[in-house]
C-alpha cells in the first residue's frame, strides 16, 4: 500500500470532499458531568447507515495561500482523507466536532489524546427536530 500526503493544488481541486463520510451506527456515548469533567459510556443501539453531507468550501482560496491549506491524504491514488494543519503555525491547538453516534470517531479522538471539552445537545434539533444526536467537541492543545 502506498499513502502519499499532498497540499492542495488546481490538479487535485475536484478530489476535495470526495471521501466517503458513511458510516453504520450501532452504538453512542451516553453523556455524564461530573466534578467539571465530562464523562460517556457506549450503549448499543440498532445499527443504521449514516452520511455526512458535504461541506461546501470554497477550495480554490486555499490554493498558494500562507494563511490556510488542505492536505489531501492518497492511498494507493484513491483519496483517502484530508486534514489541515495548526501546530506549526503556532496555534495553540485544535477543537473540532463530531456526535455522540459517531462513536468509532470518538475513540480515534481520544487515542490521539484529544479531550472532550463540550457538548451541545441542541444543535443539530435546529435542523432536524425530532433527533437524539447530540454535539461533542474535542479539543487537543498543544
Given at each position: ?33 461530573q466534578n ?27 490554493i498558494d ?78
Amino acid at each position: 500500500m502506498e499513502l502519499a500526503l499532498l497540499t492542495l493544488d488546481v490538479e487535485h481541486l475536484q478530489d476535495v470532499n470526495r471521501c466517503d463520510s458513511s458510516f453504520t451506527v450501532a452504538s453512542k456515548l451516553i453523556l455524564n458531568a461530573q466534578n467539571g469533567e465530562i464523562g460517556y459510556q457506549i450503549v448499543s443501539v440498532p445499527a443504521y447507515q449514516k452520511r455526512y453531507p458535504v461541506d461546501v468550501l470554497d477550495a480554490i482560496t486555499y490554493i498558494d495561500n500562507p494563511d490556510k491549506v488542505i492536505f489531501l491524504a492518497y492511498l494507493d491514488g484513491q483519496i483517502a482523507g484530508q486534514i489541515r494543519w495548526a501546530k506549526a503555525r503556532g496555534f495553540p491547538g485544535i477543537m473540532l466536532e463530531t456526535q455522540n453516534n459517531n462513536v468509532a470517531a470518538c475513540r480515534l479522538y481520544e487515542r490521539t489524546g484529544m479531550q472532550l471539552g463540550g457538548f451541545d445537545k441542541y444543535l443539530y434539533k435546529g435542523i432536524t427536530p425530532d433527533t437524539e444526536e447530540i454535539a461533542l467537541y474535542w479539543y487537543l492543545i498543544f
